[in-house]
């Protein structure tokens, strides 16, 4: 079972990440290099290198 982790969005609004494994897995297929926004239920996020790494450290192992 994967680990579900809350983060802000760039409007200061946490969202519950609720497959953080899947989150990663779609991070580094669409958004992995860069910078860009990802959409999710209304929420948006910058994605890049910092973000990348912050939510890598949640995957696990």
Known sequence: MSKSIKV???NNRFYLIKDIDKFIDHINKYH???KSIHEENGF???IDDL???KIKKFRIK
């Open 8 to 10: 802000k969005d760039l």
């Open 32 to 34: 992995s290099c860069g």
């Open 44 to 46: 948006y996020f910058q």
């Open 51 to 53: 973000f990348r790494e």
